[in-house]
């Protein structure tokens, strides 16, 4: 999961547009700590990766998550669990969307 995942909750629960059980980031890395989920951290390389993908996506947050499956360590790019058809656009520059 990456640390933007977090960043979003936390602004759409901030306006009112998503429940947050909690109503805390380090409550939700705590599920993913004991779900074996690891936290993803936004680098200068994922946003190297945003800058060389192509608008095809208008939520930026979309386009960042995109890149940093892309940049994350490992020789091959994290899935992006999404219904998004979106995400497909950059599935020549090795994104899968799974949903």
């Not at 380090?26 to 936004?42: E, K």
């Not at 947050?61 to 656009?89: N, W």
Request: aromatic residues 10%.
């Amino acid at each position: 999961m990456s640390v933007l995942s977090f960043w979003e909750i936390a602004m759409k629960a901030a306006v009112g547009k998503l429940p947050f059980p909690g109503g805390s980031a380090s409550i939700l890395a705590g599920l993913c700590d004991r779900q074996g989920i690891a936290v993803l951290p936004l680098t200068v390389d994922c946003i190297e990766q945003f800058l060389l993908l192509p608008p095809a996506h208008n939520d930026p947050f979309d386009r960042l998550l995109a890149a940093i499956s892309l940049r994350r360590t490992g020789s091959v790019p994290l899935a992006i669990l999404s219904p998004d058809k979106a995400f497909d656009a950059y599935g020549a520059f090795g994104v899968v969307r799974v949903w």
